[in-house]
């Protein structure tokens, strides 16, 4: 954990996949660079997270996945918890699509744990597109597989890798609505969404065609999910309000204990 004056560590889930860069073609752990710009941007120092691969660990070993991600969280001040490829359906009790792609069990192993470690400590979060769903799930709540089958457009993801902008009306008294204000415009490029709200989740901000694009985990000092990108513009914002809660926990957390008489 940061020492008072030190940038707070935040945690940053990564993508792992077979990934090219230079004359390379190898398995590899990534993030967007977004995302960490965006952490330094609002005060904080990022650290990678990534999910172990195939001969590290095996699939399913959820008990030194559980170990581990807890020791992280320990050693951390905030978490995000990125975008990226589809949680496995079977994770909140439904049969997969067979248009869902990027499923990795590994890293739905990890992320799962990592939020399960953070929440149980007040760690404060940011859940992120991708990490805003596994939020969902964790909680017990369920994901709508095709949202454009359900909305007849593909307004929330034109193409894939593309961005759409979308309205979102935030809920009063909400911190997204106090961070963002009440109306934002913000980058979306998903196809999936919160179906079911998961146990513990406010919603905090609705897209105009009622999509839940924003939650939070009510008794928890920070912990939002967006279905959104604010990286992609650089929107600090969010990441602000992350790192500032950081800040906050660590200065609590580092003051003397009162002796009891």
């Not at 952490?39 to 660990?57: F, K, S």
């Not at 079977?90 to 067979?98: I, S």
């Not at 897209?207 to 939650?215: F, K, L, M, W, Y």
Request: glycine share 12%; aromatic share 4%.
């Amino acid at each position: 954990m940061s020492r008072p004056g030190t940038r707070p560590l935040i945690g940053v889930t990564t993508y792992r996949q077979v990934t090219q860069w230079w004359s390379w073609d190898r398995d590899a752990a990534l993030v967007p660079g977004g995302y960490l710009d965006t952490v330094v941007a609002a005060g904080g120092w990022p650290v990678l997270l990534p999910p172990l691969g195939e001969g590290v660990a095996e699939e399913g070993d959820a008990v030194a996945v559980t170990r581990m991600a807890g020791a992280l969280v320990e050693a951390l001040d905030g978490l995000v918890v990125i975008g990226g490829g589809d949680v496995a359906a079977d994770r909140y009790g439904h049969d997969a699509d067979e248009r869902n792609g990027g499923v990795n069990p590994f890293r739905d192993e990890l992320e799962l744990q990592l939020l399960d470690a953070a929440l149980e400590r007040d760690v404060p979060v940011l859940a992120i597109c991708r990490g805003h769903q596994v939020l969902n799930v964790l909680l017990g709540g369920t994901l709508v597989q095709q949202l454009p089958d359900l909305l007849g457009s593909t307004r929330h993801q034109p193409q894939a890798g593309a961005f759409g902008e979308v309205t979102v009306v935030t809920e009063p008294g909400t911190i997204v609505r106090g961070l963002l204000g009440e109306r934002p415009v913000v980058l979306c490029s998903h196809h999936q969404a919160i179906e079911e709200l998961g146990d513990a989740l406010l919603v905090s901000a609705r897209s105009d065609d009622g999509v839940i694009e924003a939650v939070e985990v009510l008794g928890r000092t920070f912990a939002v999910g967006v279905q959104w990108h604010p990286e992609e513009r650089g929107d600090v914002r969010l990441f602000a309000g992350l790192v500032d809660a950081a800040r906050q926990r660590t200065g609590r957390s580092q003051q003397p204990k009162k002796e009891q008489a």
